[in-house]
């Protein structure tokens, strides 16, 4: 049984930090391409950051220079570093897993809400 579990959302002011856990459990971690995704309300599901197996990365344009993406697979974790935090990045954050597919077919947590707000 596959499970993704997502931690660290909460309220942060503009400006400030946040650090998302996703803690995979029922996969061979290493192997998989790891993504966070958001979801802002009314809004479609896009992107944020990917990476592979073997460490590359890929970021939406939004988050570049601010977001950072990483992975312990010892600890099958995959981990969000937001700095620079907007408003606009409120949203539901989800995590993602998926090995040879797209991330629609692949696995997905239960999501993590992230609040910018002064």
């Known amino acids: 049984q596959v499970q993704l579990v997502e931690s660290g959302g909460g309220l942060v002011q503009p400006g400030g930090s946040l650090r998302l856990s996703c803690a995979a459990s029922?996969?061979?971690?290493?192997?998989?391409?790891m993504g966070w995704y958001r979801q802002a309300p009314g809004k479609q599901r896009e992107l944020v950051l990917t990476?592979?197996?073997?460490?590359?990365?890929n970021s939406a344009d939004s988050v570049k220079g601010r977001f950072a993406i990483s992975r312990d697979n010892a600890k099958n974790t995959v981990y969000l570093q937001m700095n620079s935090l907007k408003p606009e990045d409120t949203a539901v954050y989800y995590c993602n897993a998926r090995y040879m597919t797209s991330a629609a077919n692949g696995y997905w947590g239960q999501g993590t809400q992230v609040t910018v707000s002064s």
């Open positions: 029922g996969i061979i971690f290493s192997a998989y391409t």
């Open positions: 990476i592979s197996s073997a460490g590359g990365t």
